[in-house]
């Protein structure tokens, strides 16, 4: 029987990712690999329940660097993003920011550490550096989207910057500002990870803890984390942030020295092919290539876009089961209050924590990873749904319970919801790539490989698939998007959600 | 917005201070060491060698932690460190990179190392001579990526007695960073089976830190080179002419148990470029150097 009803286009991608994500966990390595995975599960809640605070020094000083690195970074960021953001529309500029932000943070701290060492710029330019690519794109569609009222009363003779400060800026400075306080939060949570290579700021403490199961320790760190980020809109002050910018360099300084030569070598000597520098034939090269991709890249590429879909649609699946936990119409404010705080929680700490912790207790399948990219972006995107469901207004008799979620909600947040994903979608790829360093195969694995067998040539050709990659999701995540008709709406709200989506 | 400006103005202006301010030269000793057990305690490790060097060299010493031990390799290169505690494969490494560097100082046991094959008990596996080929199918854990003791020689004897690739070999291959991990992963079941530095094992084993019962040796490679003091050849300049060998002089010396206890050797004995060539040879027939 031929029926006249077609399924809308949301629809069939949903079935279409849903289907790919089933196809990909087939391929998958979900195994919990732990022989006694809970007695671990087990000592790491008792080290919740004794936090250990005895070394206060070091603590202390840990955090004091993730704070200054973030806050130099970011303001770096800010400020050069935004002087991009002025030159936004050359092509090259589109470009050149969209490669840079394709390199996850902690990719750029391995290759910095090759050419400044232990020096601060390291982690200063690998937050300020992809930061700004990120600030350029965001702040130019501000400037893009923001109300123009005001610029078409002004005089043709005014000067382009009394313009901007005169007829732009007021407009825009909330979204400005508050999307810039929203990446510095980010910016605390990439500060963080860089300890994991051996920047000193709390992920190097909180790994080595973890290394040696004291959960104890890691607890500490961890609270106080939660602390920094909760109570961030009461130290984050405009008449604050000066003495904070002011006091991160002489925190961060360290005397380790940095010299041209380093850094000339690195792109002289490390980064060129070995079969180059050694003047070998083509073919020698060529079969130098053709190992390195067979070998390496693809498997990578392959467990980086198995591992990106499965969680896709897993943080797709728990963002459905969130939202109604902080949404007005299922829940009393107390039953909220609980549903914030765990996806305060589960938002907070960084998807490269979540992961690290998973995997010290079920041992480094696919498994650990999935779930802490489903939890981390689930509970971000449950986040902005469940406030946007607080919005929609209900009729008085309509259903309550299941067929209110599935009748009234979910039609109405659907289309909202699959927005918010597709932004996801490329955050998500990037993480997969860098949870490779933990030991999951996917193409991180393979960089920091090469990296640890000092082969800085092959680490770049595998930086450089990996950029791409991103930058075609990021591109087919744009087609998609503007194929549903997923549009974005432009009150200072819901941009800054986006951004909050996107980055 | 102008305050924005002035904000990162400021900003800039600070960082170059920085910069200005600590490209001094300095006339400190920068040590590290490859980060191979109990990275918390790697400060409390080291720090006190620190104390040593800087009283018999009378010039101020420091240590500093790495994460990784292509991080110890890079900063050495990169002259932010000029004294390493190296494993023999970081070490041909290093002094590959940085010409004229050398090996100065080795342990008493380190001209005959060993890595230990160790299995949790589920396995059912035993101690014995030959290579236990019933670890075929399960699985196993490395220590560090770039670890000698941990990684390049296993490698190496495993392959050579299975005739076949370690990740054909065993079911999982894994790298969990360090000795102490690696003992305690094997430990817990998280791995089946693992390879340690020999070092590390008897300690802990004396420590009382390894539970016999579950864990135990089950192999022994042949010996070969591992750990050593390598120092850079520009030293001298910076220090004076013979300071290379006063360095190795102060290692030598260096007699106090305790902190003999932290490498953990019983001594250090002369070492020079020549004695790890075995070590690169059979990194060049892996593959991790070319």
Known sequence: ?503 | MKFKIFISLLFSALILFSNIAFSASPKTLVFSAIPDQDETRLKQRFGDVAKYLEKELGIPVKYVPVKSYAAVVTAFRNKQVQLAWFGGLSGVQARLKVPGSQAIAQGVEDPKFHTYIIANHTTGLKESDEFPKGVAGKTFTFGSKGSTSGRLMPQYYIEKAMDEKVDKVFKRVGFSGNHSKTIALVQSGAYEVGAVNFKVWEKEVKEGKVDTKKVSLIWKTPAYPDYQWTIRGDVDKEWGKGFTKKVQAALLNLKDPELLGRFPRSGFIEAKNADFQPILDTAKSIGIID
Request: charged share 15%; proline share 4%.
């Open chain 1, 1 to 503: 029987m031929d029926s006249v009803y077609k399924h809308s286009p949301a629809w069939n991608v949903s079935w279409l990712f849903i289907f790919l994500a089933g196809f990909s966990l087939f391929f998958s390595d979900i195994e919990i690999i732990s022989l006694e995975p809970w007695q671990e599960l087990k000592r790491l809640f008792m080290g919740l329940l004794t936090p250990d605070w005895s070394n206060l020094s070091e603590i202390g000083e840990a955090f004091l660097q993730t704070l200054a690195f973030a806050i130099l970074g970011v303001a770096g960021g800010s400020f050069i993003g935004f002087l991009l953001a002025q030159i936004f529309h050359w092509r090259w500029i589109q470009i050149s920011c969209a490669f840079i932000r394709a390199i996850h943070e902690l990719f750029w701290a391995l290759i910095f550490l090759q050419i400044f060492g232990l020096h601060p710029l390291t982690g200063l330019l690998a937050i300020g550096l992809p930061y700004a690519a990120t600030f350029a794109k965001v702040y130019a569609e501000i400037l893009e989207e923001g109300d123009k009222s005001a610029l078409q009363a002004v005089s043709r003779d005014a000067s382009r910057i009394s313009t901007f400060f005169y007829a732009r800026l007021p407009d825009l400075w909330e979204h400005f500002k508050s999307y810039t306080s929203y990446r510095l939060e980010c910016g605390l949570r990439s500060s963080a990870i860089l300890g994991f290579v051996g920047l000193p700021t709390l992920g190097y403490t909180l790994s080595s803890a973890f290394m040696e199961g004291h959960y104890s320790v890691v607890w500490a760190l961890l609270l106080l984390f939660y602390l920094l980020i909760a109570t961030i809109r009461y130290w984050v002050r405009p008449a604050l942030l000066p003495l904070y910018i002011i006091a991160a360099p002489f925190i961060i300084a360290n005397d380790s020295t940095i010299s041209f030569d380093n850094v000339q070598r690195f792109f002289t000597e490390d980064i060129i092919p070995t079969p180059i520098m050694r003047g070998e034939s083509l073919s020698e090269s060529w079969h130098w290539l053709s190992d390195l991709l067979i070998n390496q890249a693809l498997p990578g590429i392959a467990n980086t876009v198995v591992l990106t879909q499965v969680a896709l649609v897993a943080s797709g699946i728990l963002t459905l089961l969130f939202f109604p936990l902080i949404s007005t119409h299922f829940f009393k404010p107390a039953g909220r209050t609980l549903g914030h705080v765990l996806l305060v929680i589960l938002r907070t700490t960084p998807e490269y924590i979540l992961a690290y912790i998973l995997l010290q207790l079920w041992g480094p399948s696919m498994l650990p990873a999935i779930v802490a990219l489903a939890l981390h972006n689930g509970a971000i995107i449950g986040h902005l749904i469940g406030r946007y469901s607080t919005e929609i207004q209900l009729r008085v008799d309509a259903s309550r319970g299941l067929n209110r979620y599935l009748y009234e909600l979910l039609p109405r947040l659907y289309g909202q919801f699959l927005a918010f994903l597709f932004y996801r979608w490329e955050i998500i790829m990037r993480e997969s790539a860098i949870l490779g360093i933990l030991g999951i195969a996917t193409l991180g694995f393979y960089i920091d490989s090469s990296i640890q067998e000092l082969h800085f040539d092959k680490a770049m050709i595998l930086i450089f698939i990996t950029a791409l990659l991103n930058v075609l999701v990021d591109t087919l995540s744009r087609y998609l998007r503007a194929k549903l008709r997923l549009r974005t709406n432009v009150d200072c709200r819901a941009s800054n959600d986006y951004c909050t989506a996107k980055e």
